[in-house]
């Protein structure tokens, strides 16, 4: 079973549209990630959640909001999507000191 | 925040020779260091890491130095292998990879000749 899950796995849309792509883990792990790879590979850290509490990085625009419906799931809307939100969106899981793990990344294309 | 830098880009070495990659971090709370490998397409790999209180870490072909004074740390791979090409990317945090988040840096792009 793999234990950090992500869908879509590819997502292809439009300019403007609003879309989701939702992530499960099945570690028990306490604290999910949002991080976003860009086409030069530089991996960045967007959000982290931990019981309850919302850590933003401070460059990532409004558009983009987590929302977690319990300690397994957090799910990342984007409204508005516009080019340069094109990446491939990694969701990632720890607990306390441990190490975090990666989903397999869900790869967005905005045309 | 944290600032990450990782040399070099891209590094190629013979097959059998070792490879030595190096970043230096910027906040000196900072007191844990993974190293991911990525391989095309795939997601990042936990492959080693080490906490402030160890200066060395060894696992098989790999290792891992910090010197928390310089603040630098390095990965080592010895007797290279064809598999071992891939992308690798360190990283920074405070408390673990705690809340806050993993700093990474702009990764090296290692390639194995045969």
């Known amino acids: 079973d793999t234990a950090v899950s992500q869908t879509p796995k590819y997502l292809v849309t439009q300019m403007g549209n609003d879309k989701s792509i939702k992530c499960e883990q099945n570690?028990?792990?306490?604290?999910m990630y949002w991080y976003k790879q860009d086409s030069k590979k530089f991996l960045k850290i967007m959000f982290s959640?931990?019981?309850?509490?919302?850590?933003i990085n401070e460059t990532v625009p409004n558009r983009f909001s987590p929302k977690s419906p319990d300690k397994a799931h957090l799910n990342l809307h984007i409204n508005s999507l516009e080019l340069g939100d094109s990446a491939v969106y990694f969701c990632a899981s720890s607990q306390g000191y441990q190490p975090q793990h990666f989903g397999d990344g869900t790869r967005l294309s905005i045309l | 925040g944290e600032n990450v830098e990782q040399h070099p880009s891209t590094l190629s070495v013979q097959e059998g020779d070792s490879a030595v990659i190096k970043c230096t971090y910027s906040?000196?709370?900072?007191?844990?260091f993974p190293w991911y490998k990525q391989e095309l397409g795939k997601r990042p790999q936990l492959i080693i890491d080490i906490r402030s209180n160890v200066g060395e870490k060894k696992d098989q072909r790999i290792a891992v130095t910090l010197n928390k004074t310089a603040k630098h740390f390095s990965l080592h791979i010895t007797e290279t292998q064809p598999e071992d090409s891939a992308v690798y990317f360190c990283a920074a945090s405070m408390a673990g990879g705690g809340a806050d988040g993993l700093t990474f840096g702009k990764g090296t792009h290692l390639i194995i000749q045969p």
């Open positions: 959640y931990n019981n309850k509490e919302l850590i």
């Open positions: 570690l028990g792990h306490d604290t």
């Open positions: 906040d000196s709370a900072s007191n844990y």
